[in-house]
Structures are given as structure tokens and as C-alpha cells.
């Protein structure tokens, strides 16, 4: 089976691209201010397509300790076991096998949970999952903003 290059149908290169993605992940910017310091350092792109690339390479896993700290951000293609899988046994090599594991009720933690053989740790409730939540509340406010000027 062959590996996809997930850049194979852009024009640019994988190194703009990730820089791109990158700095609207870890920094609280609007697309418009990505595109500017992209602009400053000679990379000529449009806000729009700093978008697209975020959609495309989008779903961001989050690791929070029991402070809300966050300890490893994963970004992958799919929300599946697979994914999921990876990034479990990710965090669990870094940092150690926990308590206790609250996520959200998305199925495909339960079932790579089951391959590694905590599920049996794993806690899903209505309001367990807000220290994980607020731990992107720098990518709330910027939504909220960005509302404003429709």
C-alpha cells in the first residue's frame, strides 16, 4: 500500500504550508493577520487559503492535565480509532499511564482504549470534559471576534 503525501495537489510547498497552519494554531491570530506576517517574511498568500489549509489539516487532539495545562497537541487527517490510537500511545510514552482518562463521548476513544487495555479508566460525563475544552478557549475568542465582522 502506498503512503499519501497529503501535499500532492498544492502549489505550494509542505514547509509554507505547515508554517501557515502552525502559526494560526499556536498563536491567537485572525487569518488576516497570518497572511500579513507571512507577507512580511515574502510568502505572498491569501487569508482564504490559510483557511482551506487549516480545514483540510484540521482535527487537533488535546492532552490536559489534572491543572489544565496542556501537555501535547496532535493534529491528524480523521477524528478515527486509528488517530486516536496514535495519539494514546503518544501521551501514555511521554508522560505515563494516568488515573484516569476524561474525554468527550466520541466512540473512537473507547475502542482504541480497548486495544491498549485502559478503558476501564475512561470517564465520559456532560461537564468532566471542560477542563479539555477551555484549554482552546484562545480559538473560541478568536471565532467570537471574527463573528463580528460579517
Known sequence: MKNHNPFRYFKTSPEIIRLAVMIYVRFPLSLRNVE???HERGIDI???IVRYWWNRFGPLWRAVD???EVLEV???KRRDRKAALIFLKKIMKR???PQEIVTDRLRSYRAAMKIIGNEM???TGRWLNNRCENSHLLFRRREYAMLKFR
Open 121 to 123: 479508566i475512561q470517564e
Open 74 to 76: 496532535f493534529v491528524s
Open 66 to 68: 489534572h491543572e489544565g
Open 46 to 48: 491569501c487569508h482564504e
Open 95 to 97: 508522560h505515563g499511564k
Open 36 to 38: 500579513d506576517l507571512l
